[in-house]
């Protein structure tokens, strides 16, 4: 009887599963969708507990609510304290605790059977794929909070990777067929796998960043189905399978918006190429214009169409509210005002949506690359604020460009281009841009909300 | 090859059930716009953390008296419940922000 009931918990959870995901994929319900995932997780969760067949040991509960209470606690003070701009770290950290997991689960079950290879094989893969997820997290995360802001190469990297991924298969291999094997050669498995998922990550470059945390949430995903398998639990088969390909399918798209292959993002285009490409074009480009918050605001105030186009530097800036504030203001003023965003703006696809919804500003006024994009004929004046790889010509007209046939926002097409940056240091993808030297252009340097706040308060003594 | 069909043989429902979720899982998915994208990855992120029933699962098992096995299973159950408790609730904030509007 029990263990009908825990069947048909899972069960449930599988359907919220499905459900939730489903409705996550429409802006109205995606809420609820979220929501109801969540409680059909509850209900696993409590049900793998309370539903449980045999008489469980005092210790054995004490443990186990304790880490759930735990865990609770962290999860989410940290998740309720953290700031818009590192919510991508942040999954990535998740995503990490969900492959430790799954790594740890088949470290503990490895002994217990070794005389049946089907349960052995999903083990072995869950500690490998668990381990890769849980180590290539941490070193994304690392990456996008900026303690490692540069890829990091070894040389003949994907040379050392390939063995080493041979390395861990034959492991694996071996580990499966030689049957009962010394516990250590487990622990290398373990060892091997984690160093695989750290030299897989470091090279990445950081505007592949988003790819990358999309494909090790489908691994750990995949880690979770292996561990299903092994208990044949429907719930976690589900979920994990589920998620697997949904992540495998969320990460071709991401690849897809910046005309990349995921061969070319994992294997790396960007790096040794783009270093000669950012020595060359400093050489002999012209004097960049400036230009002042007084005469910003009146351009801008005296325009007719403005699009601005926002990317992580807005995110870093915190500048989400003050961009709203000028946006208003000019169109109190009559001007007519757009957000281009590009499908990679900011370190995840949808980043700067979320972030300018935060500010409240209306859905509406968030164009799409593809329709903003013959748009910019019209528009008397762009202002890309912290962007600088999605308006980068070179992706169209330089072949030697590590970006080079990734669609941009063709900004040059615009009547008059304000950046504004802090420096004239190059982009994320480590690469100079033309644009800056473009004779339309003009730069607004300085800390994007500092500098958006003077640009208002400029054009607020305009009247 | 004769192992392999005697796996899959065994374990027919299970495969078809593997199968038939890949599917799923890209219809599911399919059509989405950009701008969820993020809170998408981030709530599939959240799901996944099923991998917590697993480890529950290994604790109840354990013997009580073998401490290794308890310190690693409540360890992995605590960053099981990292991932899901952490996981529904960013996901959670990031929609939160799309309500406002309308």
């Not at chain 1, 230009?291 to 005296?302: C, F, G, K, R």
């Not at chain 1, 980043?351 to 500003?361: K, Q, R, T």
Request: charged letters at 10%.
């Amino acid at each position: 009887m029990k263990s009908h009931l825990l069947e048909l918990s899972y069960l449930v959870g599988s359907v919220t599963f499905i459900l939730g995901l489903k409705l996550m994929g429409n802006p109205r319900t995606a809420r609820r969708g979220n929501l109801i995932g969540a409680a059909g997780m509850v209900i696993a969760i409590l049900g793998t507990i309370f539903l449980y067949e045999k008489p469980i040991s005092g210790i054995v509960v004490g443990l186990i609510f304790a880490a759930l209470a735990l865990g609770t606690a962290i999860g989410w003070l940290t998740a309720k304290r953290v700031q818009m701009t590192q919510m991508p770290e942040l999954v990535s950290m998740f995503n990490g605790m969900g492959g430790a997991c799954a790594a740890l689960i088949g470290l503990i079950e490895y002994p217990n059977y070794l005389g049946n290879p089907a349960a052995l094989l999903a083990i072995l893969a869950g500690v490998v794929i668990g381990s890769i997820s849980f180590s290539g997290s941490i070193v994304a995360f690392l990456k996008l909070n900026g303690t490692l802001d540069r890829p990091l190469r070894l040389p003949y990297y994907n040379f050392i990777n390939t063995v080493e991924l041979i390395g861990v298969l034959a492991l694996t291999f071996w580990l499966w067929q030689a049957g009962p094997a010394p516990c250590p050669l487990l622990y290398l498995l373990l060892a091997a796998s984690l160093l695989y998922g750290v030299l897989f990550t470091l090279p990445i470059g950081g505007a592949d960043m988003p790819v990358v945390i999309s494909l090790l949430n489908s691994f750990t995903g995949l880690a979770a189905a292996f561990g299903g398998f092994l208990y044949h639990n429907y719930a976690m088969l589900t979920g994990g399978i589920l998620v697997g390909s949904a992540g495998m399918l969320l990460t071709l798209a991401m690849c897809k918006a910046m005309n990349r292959s995921l061969v070319s993002v994992v294997f790396g285009a960007f790096g040794a190429s783009s270093k000669t490409t950012v020595a060359a074009a400093s050489q002999g480009q012209g004097a960049v214009k400036d230009i002042q918050p007084s005469d910003l605001a009146v351009l801008l105030n005296y325009s007719q169409r403005v699009v601005i186009v926002p990317g992580y530097g807005l995110a870093v800036a915190q500048a989400q509210h003050v961009i709203h504030e000028l946006e208003t203001l000019l169109e109190s003023r009559g001007v007519q005002v757009k957000y281009a965003i590009h499908p990679v703006a900011g370190r995840m696809p949808g980043h700067m949506n979320v972030l300018l919804a935060e500010a409240n500003v209306d859905y509406g006024k968030l164009v799409e690359m593809e329709e903003i994009n013959p748009e910019f004929e019209r528009t008397d004046v762009v202002l890309v604020v912290g962007a600088n790889d999605v308006v980068n010509p070179a992706a169209k007209n330089d072949p030697g460009s590590p970006i080079y046939g990734m669609p941009i926002l063709e900004v040059d097409r615009a009547r008059r281009i304000i950046v504004n940056k802090r420096s004239m240091n190059a982009g994320y993808a480590g690469i100079d841009n033309q644009i800056f030297y473009h004779p339309n252009c003009s730069m607004f340097f300085g800390d994007a909300k500092k500098a958006l706040a003077e640009l208002v308060s400029e054009l607020k003594s305009l009247t | 090859m004769e192992t392999a069909l005697n796996f899959l043989g065994e374990h027919l429902g299970m495969v078809y059930f593997v199968v038939l979720a890949i599917f799923l899982g890209v219809e599911v998915i399919g059509g989405v716009p950009t701008v969820l994208h993020t809170p998408l990855m981030s709530g599939a992120n959240a799901i996944h953390g099923v991998v917590i029933v697993g480890a529950i699962h290994v604790m109840l098992h354990a013997d009580p008296a073998d401490t290794p096995v308890l310190v690693l299973g409540t360890l992995a159950v605590l960053l099981g419940t990292l991932n899901v408790v952490g996981g529904f609730v960013v996901t959670d904030r990031m929609l939160e922000m799309f309500k406002k509007k309308k």
